[in-house]
């Protein structure tokens, strides 16, 4: 069974800056996309971030210029630096893998969400 763990997410005034953290852990064999998605209330889930082996990131035109995907592979975790938050940001930010458990088995594997409340 793979898990994804978040941590880092909590409450921040507008303007300010926090970072979020994702480690998968269990019965893996390799790891392709990593990414970061979010979902406010009322909205659909969308995607703010994400990154696959090489470092290749694609963004939301919503937060490009303002948060940063980046990934340790060696340590099988993803993180997003979010800057310049505006309330618009806030929202309940889940990560997502694609995972290999061997090298014919492929899953897609969400986190249990962290909530981000940026206050104005």
């Known amino acids: 069974q793979v898990q994804l763990v978040e941590s880092g997410g909590g409450l921040v005034q507008s303007g300010g800056s926090l970072r979020l953290s994702c480690a998968a852990s269990g019965s893996i064999f390799s790891i392709n996309a990593m990414g970061w998605y979010r979902q406010a209330p009322g909205k659909q889930r969308e995607l703010v971030a994400g990154?696959?082996?090489?470092?290749?990131?694609n963004y939301a035109d919503s937060v490009k210029g303002r948060f940063t995907i980046s990934r340790d592979n060696a340590k099988n975790t993803v993180y997003l630096q979010m800057n310049s938050l505006k309330p618009e940001d806030t929202a309940v930010y889940y990560c997502?893998?694609?995972?290999?458990?061997?090298?014919?088995?492929?899953?897609?594997?969400w986190g249990q969400g962290t909530l981000v409340t940026v206050s104005s």
């Open positions: 990154i696959i082996t090489d470092g290749s990131t």
């Open positions: 997502h893998a694609g995972v290999y458990s061997r090298p014919d088995r492929h899953f897609e594997v």
